[in-house]
């Protein structure tokens, strides 16, 4: 029997919506479950944390609309008093080994108020305690996480990959289906056919350190030119250029993560010169003057494949005059730009207007009034998309 590690944030509405899904993942399966209660994310993995907490309830509920699940953003965290409760019967479920079929309805309870309080028959302390203590040996931070043979697989959204490799190693059920619980929503990449007529805008806010935003440039173009939207570049600093700390253990994950995800998605990555530092800065330099000129996408493509797929130094004149060439711009006129601070300007105000949209983080979208983050949200942005051709459509 395989053994699947499972950390339950109780606060977090994502470990809510992974719950839904717990007893279906063990009845498609032949695995040993085991779950464990964790804190939220440290500080460190948290650099804004309200933020995070206000966007994660606006974030879970359009992805339960999306997977079937149940979740209401109620417009506020549930309180300690309803926190210690559920934390208290969750804790009793594990140990009681009813945790895969007790939590959904605990965690409706907390979200909802729907229901009988469930019975804190348990102080939770330790299990907090031991469930920190194993994340962190085993190397993450958030909640709604599982680990199975060195790898961790966030949410439902990662959960496909799970399912995957247990059916890899034999472990599928008699009875288990062939559709995984919850399969990658599709972005368009072709022409739609009747898109807008008047391209609106779809802003972009990206990072040439980021490397999820290195894997979905291409698709927020291919989006944006299937509906005939205008794709507005959107650069912002990097988090740790910001004086954000990325530690070593979000830094390794997030690299493995956009790896696979990379493979999935048929993107080139993996020889990777990270461009913290200077060669954002001289990239983003030129990135303005690319955009007058036309190129700005065709730069930031060539700028982000360089770094993060071909290993190419964009702090050395060699390495920047390759991607800036390959995009279609003269080199003779982009290097005086470098070392200049033209752009520091335009990169706070996309930074400010980012923020001001509940978001902190790249790659992030906007069309119209909606905002997104993250680089397996484009179908936001896409249904937003669709929305708004029903409403001039009508």
Not at 269 to 292: Q, T
Request: charged share 25%; net charge neutral.
């Amino acid at each position: 029997m395989r053994t699947v590690d499972y950390f339950h944030d109780t606060a977090d509405p994502y470990s809510y919506l992974t719950s839904q899904v717990l007893n279906g993942l063990c009845e498609r399966y032949n695995i040993v479950f085991k779950s464990h209660l964790v804190s939220p994310p440290p500080g460190w993995a948290a650099p804004d944390r309200q933020r995070l907490i206000d966007y994660s309830r606006i974030d879970a509920a359009r992805l339960a609309r999306k997977a079937g699940l149940s979740f209401m953003d109620p417009g506020r965290q549930p309180s300690k008093e309803a926190l210690e409760t559920a934390s208290g019967a969750l804790a009793a479920a594990i140990n009681d080994g009813q945790f895969a079929a007790a939590a959904a309805p605990i965690g409706k309870w907390l979200w909802t108020g729907s229901g009988s309080a469930p019975d804190q028959s348990l102080n939770p302390i330790l299990l907090f305690e031991e469930g920190d203590r194993l994340r962190d040996e085993l190397g993450h931070y958030l909640g709604a996480t599982f680990h199975y043979g060195g790898e961790w697989y966030w949410g439902i959204d990662r959960l496909h990959y799970l399912e995957a490799r247990l059916r890899e190693k034999g472990a599928a059920s008699e009875q288990a289906p062939d559709s995984f619980i919850f399969a990658p929503p599709a972005v368009v990449n072709e022409p739609i056919g009747g898109g807008f007529k008047n391209a609106p805008d779809l802003h972009f806010y990206l990072s040439f350190r980021s490397p999820y935003t290195a894997i979905s440039a291409r698709r927020v173009k291919a989006l944006a030119d299937a509906y005939g939207a205008n794709l507005k570049l959107r650069f912002v600093l990097p988090m740790v250029m910001r004086g954000m700390q990325v530690p070593r253990a979000k830094g390794r994950y997030i690299i493995q993560d956009a790896a696979r995800e990379a493979r999935r998605l048929s993107v080139p990555f993996g020889r990777i010169c990270d461009p913290v530092g200077e060669p954002v800065e001289r990239g983003y330099s030129i990135l303005p003057w690319a955009i007058d000129q036309g190129r700005g996408f065709a730069f930031t493509e060539s700028f982000l494949s360089g770094v993060w797929a071909e290993g190419i130094d964009a702090g050395t004149d060699k390495g920047l005059r390759i991607i800036t060439e390959r995009a279609g711009l003269d080199w003779g006129e982009a290097r005086p730009l470098i070392g200049n601070d033209h752009w520091k300007a335009e990169a706070e105000d996309n930074r400010r207007e980012m923020m001001s949209r509940g978001l902190w983080g790249v790659p992030s979208y906007r069309f119209g009034e909606v905002s997104a983050w993250g680089q397996d949200r484009l179908w936001v942005i896409e249904d937003a998309m669709k929305a708004s051709l029903s409403t001039v459509g009508s």
